[in-house]
């Protein structure tokens, strides 16, 4: 079946430093990748994807590249904001699980001014 | 413009009772999903479906039943209430049978259950 891992948290920064958050997946078919943001009280929201090998997703500054070759969909920021605070979800999805998203465990991320 | 909503955002109820959750979404969507996401924020599928029809139940107790009147509301009704669901409650909803395409989640529903 499918499955994501993330890195485990917490992560705490300083603020403009610079962010990773590293996530490998395994899955059966040739899925899409996810990554959901989750701010404190709120619901997800999506912050970027990528549907085929090498397609880089980006928004906010936030990018993450699909590597099919490691099965891999890194988050990555060059300098992140206290505004950044929040849990980031690594999720995949595929035909083959008609397309329901499988989340890897979360990382909560703080950032200190 | 709420595109996925959930009613109510917080629900607080004793041990045995029936409670249900509300979901619509205005985004034109034919597949609706319900998540769980527990006290560590794992989030696991509970249910989805597609234009009213169940495509997905994961090893969900019979306790929880899913209810969709059309292909723009999922409700969530639970019978019996334990301990152990406390939990929030994800709806979200997508087009269906695409690769890639986005699901989109409403504000949760916190369930305690005391």
Redesign the interface.
Known sequence: GNSVTQMEGPVTLSEEAFLTINCTYTATG?P?L?W?V?YPG?????LL?A?KADDKGSNKGFEATYRKETTSFHLEKGSVQVSDSA?Y?CAL???GS??????G??T?LTVNP | DTAVSQTPKYLVTQMGNDKSIKCEQNLGHDTMYWYKQDSKKFLKIMFSYNNKELIINETVPNRFSPKSPDKAHLNLHINSLELGDSAVYFCASSQGGISGNTIYFGEGSWLTVV
């Open positions: 040739y899409s996810f959901y989750q709120e619901g997800l929201q999506l994807k549907t849990v979800f999805s595929d035909r008609n397309y329901k998203l499988t989340f465990k979360g909560l």
